[in-house]
């Protein structure tokens, strides 16, 4: 079973409207949930961390963590086209090696003008 | 300027060859990973380095072998290729590798096609 599980596979939405993502974890060890975007040829780059129950809020993007449910949520408002990108939800454990990040399918998404 | 510096970009392959993935990294990290991802796959953690040393290992092959010349080298060397190994290889780092919490730099990846 995916230990990282994302929807929706894929997403589009209007220039300027709110994209919201989602992510759940079946493995409660996970206390660290990363955001990472990857545009097409190249790598991930990591977008926002959220360790903490809450939100997280930085400059058009809010991630949203529940860790009793182990959901987290990434909401991008005012979505501009270079937002169209893969998005992965990553997270690792406690105490774990900081780079052995377990990754989600992705949700593609495609902001249109 | 790419700080991450994976090469080659593609590469092609026949079964049963070896291949050798080059990574740089200039962030004056300590700690390197590769990782994997492939058609029908999340990106897979392979292996992860802290101060040349090997930390973790999530593969179940022995064909993949990191090899870490110098702090800022992590190269994949790939034995005996099969199909099953076509993918895109991604070298990343961090600045340290304890705790959950660091940030992974990715660089731009090497595709392999295993025919």
């Known amino acids: 079973q995916q230990k990282v599980q994302q929807s929706p596979e894929s997403l589009s939405v209007p220039e300027g409207g709110m994209a919201s993502l989602n992510c759940t974890s079946s493995?409660?060890?996970?206390?660290y949930f990363w955001w990472y975007r990857q545009h097409s040829g190249e790598g991930p780059k990591a977008l926002m961390?959220?360790?903490?129950?809450g939100d997280k809020k930085e400059g058009r993007f809010t991630a949203h963590l529940n860790k009793a449910s182990l959901h987290v949520s990434l909401h991008i408002r005012d979505s501009q086209p270079s937002d169209s990108a893969l998005y992965f939800c990553?997270?690792?454990?406690?105490?774990?090696?900081?780079?052995?990040?377990?990754f989600g399918h992705g949700t593609i998404l495609r902001v249109h003008p | 300027d790419p700080k991450i510096i994976q090469k080659p970009k593609y590469l092609v392959a026949v079964t049963g060859s070896e291949k050798i993935l080059i990574c740089e990294q200039y962030?004056?990290?300590?700690?390197m990973y590769w990782y994997r991802q492939s058609a029908k796959k999340p990106l897979e953690f392979m292996f992860s380095?802290?101060?040349?040393?090997?930390?973790d290992n999530q593969t179940a092959s022995s064909r993949f072998q990191p090899q870490s010349s110098k702090k800022n080298h992590l190269d994949l060397q790939i034995t005996a290729l099969k199909p099953d190994d076509s993918a895109t290889y991604f070298c990343?780092?961090?600045?340290?590798?304890?705790?959950?919490?660091?940030?992974?730099?990715f660089g731009e990846g090497s595709k392999l096609t295993v025919l």
């Open positions: 990553a997270a690792s454990g406690a105490g774990a090696n900081t780079g052995k990040l377990t």
């Open positions: 380095y802290s101060y040349q040393k090997l930390m």
């Open positions: 493995d409660r060890n996970f206390q």
């Open positions: 990343a780092s961090s600045q340290d590798g304890t705790g959950g919490t660091g940030q992974l730099y």
């Open positions: 962030l004056g990290h300590n700690a």
């Open positions: 961390s959220i360790f903490s129950d």
